[in-house]
């Protein structure tokens, strides 16, 4: 892995939307489809911007990309305002070109009964396109990426896990209490996110900088699975000075 650290994340997000917008238009000359692995929360959000703005002022078109979002809550609503579908619709989706059949994010509603299917298909669709070209990752405080938790496996693939309870307090504000944060999530695994062929964490803000030193200065652990990337040949953590400030 390696680091690149800049003063802001507004610098740094639209560097990022850059590297992502390369990739689509190279793709695109060569008539292929661009797979994009996407995150939802704050740390996306002025790189979705960017997107949105490159599309309206720059032309850049998404109807050869193929979308596979991290992560969803379990049980969700898709229309519920705190779905990661409503977020990657309000931030990104609503305001470019990509076809809607195109887009994938897991399905908070699936039955418990389908939910084992569920997951392995959404795993083989990623397989069968072609693999990830680019993981787009934030990091939570336990060292989640996606939503693998500690004690993820390495091989792990898209299921359902039991969200962190450090997890659940940083979304509680989001669903006005804690009470109200659902307990579980299906989120791609660790092995599907090491699978891309590119990825980029962002990391922004003194409150991931302890967490950040661990994952890139640490050993590689499951209690810390974002450490896990440092076995990734082609991974780069985007960070601004706060969340760079315990690294060595
Ligand atoms: C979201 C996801 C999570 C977040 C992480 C950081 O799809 O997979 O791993 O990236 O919880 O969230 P923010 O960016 O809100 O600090």
Not at 89 to 100: A, G, M
Request: hydrophobic residues 40%.
């Amino acid at each position: 892995i390696h680091n690149v650290i800049f003063e802001s994340s507004h610098k740094a997000s639209i560097l990022v939307a850059q590297e992502i917008a390369n990739l689509i238009r190279e793709k695109s000359a060569l008539n292929k489809l661009c797979l994009l692995g996407l995150a939802t929360g704050s740390s996306p959000v002025k790189v979705y911007e960017e997107l949105v703005r490159m599309h309206k002022e720059e032309g850049l078109s998404f109807a050869n990309v193929v979308s596979f979002n991290l992560d969803e809550y379990l049980p969700m609503d898709r229309n519920n305002i705190q779905s990661y579908f409503y977020f990657m619709h309000e931030h990104l989706f609503n305001h470019v070109d990509i076809l809607p059949e195109n887009i994938n994010i897991p399905d908070g509603k699936v039955s418990a009964e389908d939910l084992y299917q569920y997951c392995i298909d959404y795993e083989m669709k990623i397989k069968t396109l072609g693999g990830l070209d680019f993981q787009l990752l934030g990091i939570g405080r336990t060292g989640h990426i996606g939503f693998n938790e500690p004690g993820s496996h390495f091989n792990s693939g898209t299921r359902s896990i039991t969200l962190d309870h450090i997890t659940r307090i940083d979304a509680a504000p989001a669903f006005l209490g804690i009470d109200n944060v659902p307990r579980k999530a299906i989120t791609m695994g660790i092995g599907t996110v090491m699978s891309a062929k590119r990825i980029v964490l962002l990391g922004w803000g003194i409150s991931k900088a302890k967490i950040l030193k661990k994952t890139i200065e640490g050993k590689i652990t499951s209690q810390v699975p974002a450490t896990y990337l440092q076995e990734h040949n082609n991974t780069t953590f985007v960070l601004d000075s706060d969340a760079s400030s315990e690294l060595t």
